[in-house]
């Protein structure tokens, strides 16, 4: 198995220029997270999914962050509009059970400048 | 919300040395989880605890799970340079998703 892919590895950007990150699950994991890490705020969860469906976004910082997961291989996070504040490591990891071990990608590295 | 704390931030100890990172929650767990992240890399999944006073051993390293459940350590024995990595603990309350600790930061002088 490839494990857990995420696209791009790293992003430079301009304020106010949307942002899109993608992630593709190991497949048959019903779960995927998406996770933000910086150094001041460690790794946070944004929100989860269970079999597509989203179980809790409550880790979604503001109205500016929005995730979809359109099919059981595929999700993405987009930023829009980007700010300075939302430079950090953003991780996709994928389960097969909410509580069970996570398969963390590589992660998508952003700047906004 | 749940919280997960860990301690110590940074620990830099000399080859051969113990070492020792804490994880503590206000809050019984269901299970705790342990990750090691190298520089540059992404979290690893190392081990999970799920019973109460539980002690688990991988080589040169022992995991605890409290009594009470809302407490776990990580324990490496005669560190070497090839442990160096942040550790991180990750707990659930209820069963819902995992919640990570600040983890702590390893260094390791040959």
């Known amino acids: 198995d490839a494990g857990v892919i995420q696209s791009p590895r790293h992003e430079v950007t301009e304020m106010g220029q949307e942002v899109t990150l993608r992630c593709k699950p190991i497949?048959?994991?019903?779960?995927l997270f998406w996770y933000r890490q910086t150094m001041m705020r460690g790794l946070e969860l944004l929100i989860y999914?269970?079999?597509?469906?989203?179980?809790?976004d409550s880790g979604m910082p503001e109205d500016r962050f929005s995730a979809k997961m359109p099919n059981a291989s595929f999700s993405t996070l987009k930023i829009q509009p980007s700010e300075p504040r939302d430079s950090a490591v953003y991780f996709c990891?994928?389960?097969?059970?909410?509580?069970?071990?996570?398969?963390f990608g590589e992660g998508s590295r952003l700047t906004v400048l | 919300g749940q919280q997960v704390m860990q301690i110590p931030q940074y620990q830099h100890v000399q080859e051969g040395e113990d070492f020792t990172t804490y994880c503590n929650s206000s809050?019984?767990?269901?299970?705790i989880q342990w990750y090691k992240q190298r520089p540059g890399g992404h979290p690893v999944f190392l081990i999970q605890?799920?019973?109460?006073?539980e002690v688990k051993k991988q080589k040169r390293l022992t995991f605890q799970f409290g009594e009470a459940k809302k407490n776990s350590s990580l324990h490496i024995t005669a560190t070497q340079t090839t442990d160096v990595g942040t550790y991180f603990c990750?707990?659930?309350?209820?069963?819902?998703?995992?919640?990570f600790g600040a983890g702590t930061r390893l260094t390791v002088k040959p």
């Open positions: 990891a994928s389960s097969g059970r909410s509580t069970g071990e996570l398969f």
């Open positions: 497949s048959g994991h019903d779960y």
């Open positions: 999914f269970n079999n597509n469906v989203p179980i809790d």
């Open positions: 809050t019984t767990l269901s299970n």
């Open positions: 605890l799920v019973k109460s006073g």
């Open positions: 990750a707990g659930s309350q209820d069963n819902n998703d995992m919640r």
